[in-house]
């Protein structure tokens, strides 16, 4: 904000566009070299000077009572009138809401996620995580930017696999079991499935017909289906439930069934597509990539069919001007071949479609895989970060109230930021002492900073009361209040609509949580370092302003991406 409004006071003095200026001002590596920096090479440019020739010439003629501007080589250096600027941006920015007003980058257009999916009677391991965080923090921060956000829960319930399901339900299952736990229960029949299979190969041919059957619309093939399927979202949902995460369309891959003809029909129509070894395929030749499979040589479809019917859908009949797909970073492949399909196909929209791939969760450093039963149940990691978070609270505050909720936030808090603030390509080593810790770059620390400026809020409120605060807001002043510290925390703040717009134009929540991560920073050597509660009336009600609009990031900020914000730690 501070670069935005620098580049429009000096578009009006210098021979350059306000964007041309916003681009080119830099944030000096040394603080003592100002607060902005313009490098003079693009001046040089158009005046046919020397960079240093043209700073030394300007400097004077930009003495403005917003900033001291000093020549230094080839830059021009601003040094903020920082009780100036302080109080312009705070004066309209009562309770943090300057701070937290966002850029309006989406327009209105909508925005359909394709996010978590797990598979129906599989667990929800550690790893589904990062797909359901990491979408439902962009649907949260592309909706603060503007975007309508539209999410979709695409589960996995349909495929060879259901086959197997049946097979190892109907040779081992046990309804008490099922009962008591049902995924625990299907995961270990999926797993003695495969076991059994390697000495008893029939297995196989009959999870094949099974599947044959269920394809058919055999009563009792659908009817374990429905149970399968039933059993899961049940578990599923619970989980939503603890992680906070709503959406707005459940719509398993079963759901485009009937839709995936009519995509094969217009490929055929459209003559894309081409016989390959008995099978039917989509050639991509001319990109260097390898041909799309539409149909198997047994004429059966795959999910190549399936998800280009599904985005047909979801551009054309629920309105998507832009399709987001929140899937691990192995898939970057299949969706480049789906959005050329698209644009082969005349969709002139299929440049909206986007693959937003994330790296692997290991735990320990090693991969999961459902089929050995390798699995690191999301719960489980949930309840123990609860456990830790319990600990914490117990060691810090013992005398709390509502202590197993605030553990709670704090727990799933700590995992789904831990998880968040790594760049969402990056594979992840989940360690969950480290993630539950109320120092250093964690959810906990930003939580304990924030639920410190209830307090301080607070005891303003009961020392000063509602009245002298209301006196003071209209008369504060940052003449005293202009120090290093709260100025540094002054500049986090107004930094946070960059912030956001850099997470919405890039799909990185990593951008928003190591933005909060700074903020709580600066917020702490903030608290360390300043006395709030002094005499002075206009010195303390400005010091309080800066604490509300921390506050008010701080809140908001965890809220978008998912994460609650108790006010007592």
Request: with cysteine; charged share 25%; proline share 3%.
């Amino acid at each position: 904000m501070l670069k935005k409004h620098m580049a429009q006071k000096l578009a009006s003095s210098l021979p350059l566009s306000e964007e041309e200026i916003f681009q080119a001002l830099e944030v000096p590596a040394h603080e003592a070299h100002g607060d902005l920096a313009l490098p003079c090479f693009i001046l040089s440019r158009k005046l046919k000077l020397s960079p240093q020739q043209i700073a030394a010439e300007w400097a004077p003629q930009l003495a403005h009572e917003y900033w001291q501007v000093e020549a230094v080589g080839p830059y021009l250096n601003f040094k903020l009138n920082r009780s100036l600027v302080m109080e312009q941006h705070m004066s309209g920015s009562r309770d943090g809401a300057g701070f937290t007003a966002a850029p309006n980058i989406g327009q209105g257009k909508r925005v359909i996620i394709d996010m978590s999916s797990p598979n129906i009677a599989k667990p929800f391991g550690i790893g589904h995580l990062r797909s359901t965080m990491i979408g439902n923090a962009l649907y949260h921060i592309l909706r603060k930017v503007g975007y309508d956000t539209v999410n979709v829960n695409h589960l996995g319930d349909w495929g060879t696999q259901f086959g197997k399901q049946i097979v190892a339900y109907l040779e081992w299952g046990d309804d008490a079991a099922i009962a008591a736990d049902p995924i625990k229960a299907y995961l270990s029949l999926y797993v003695k499935f495969h076991q059994e299979a390697e000495s008893r190969p029939e297995l196989e041919l009959q999870a094949r017909d099974w599947f044959a059957k269920l394809e058919a619309g055999n009563e009792t093939a659908l009817n374990y289906w429905e149970k399968f399927i039933t059993d899961s979202k049940t578990e599923f949902q619970r989980l939503y439930d603890r992680l906070g995460v709503r959406f707005d369309h459940v719509l398993g891959e079963s759901f485009y069934n009937d839709k995936m003809d009519a995509v094969a029909e217009e490929l055929e129509r459209l003559g894309l597509l081409e016989e390959s070894d008995g099978a039917m395929v989509v050639r991509l030749d001319e990109e260097g990539l390898p041909p799309c499979m539409i149909r198997k040589s047994d004429g059966s479809s795959i999910y190549a069919t399936r998800d280009l019917a599904t985005a047909l859908y979801r551009h054309d009949v629920m309105g998507g001007d832009k399709l987001l797909y929140v899937v691990g970073s192995e898939q970057t492949l299949h969706f480049r071949q789906i959005a050329l399909v698209l644009e082969r196909m005349g969709k002139t929209w299929a440049k909206e479609l986007q693959h937003v791939p994330f790296g692997l969760m290991r735990m320990n450093g090693k991969k999961m895989s459902t089929r050995k039963g390798k699995v690191v149940f999301l719960e489980e990691v949930l309840d123990e970060a609860v456990q830790h978070a319990l600990q914490k609270i117990e060691e810090k505050n013992p005398d709390l109230a509502d202590k197993q909720n605030v553990a709670e936030a704090i727990g799933i808090g700590a995992v789904v930021f831990g998880d968040l603030l790594h760049s969402r390509i990056l594979n992840v080593d989940f360690n969950l002492a480290e993630t539950v810790n109320f120092e250093g770059e964690t959810g906990p620390y930003v939580q304990y900073a924030y639920a410190r400026i209830q307090r301080l809020l607070s005891r303003a409120e009961l020392e000063y009361g509602q009245q002298q605060q209301t006196e003071g807001a209209a008369s504060y002043s940052f003449q005293e209040a202009a120090d290093d510290y709260s100025w540094q925390l002054f500049k986090h703040l107004v930094a946070y609509p960059e912030a956001l717009a850099q997470a919405a134009e890039r799909n990185e929540p990593s951008v928003l949580a190591r933005y909060l991560i700074e903020c709580a920073q600066a917020f702490n050597r903030f608290y360390r370092h300043q006395r709030i509660f002094t005499d002075n009336n206009a010195e303390r009600t400005a010091k309080l302003e800066l604490v509300k609009a921390t506050g008010a990031c701080l809140e908001e900020g965890l809220h978008l991406l998912g994460i609650r914000t108790p006010v007592e730690i």
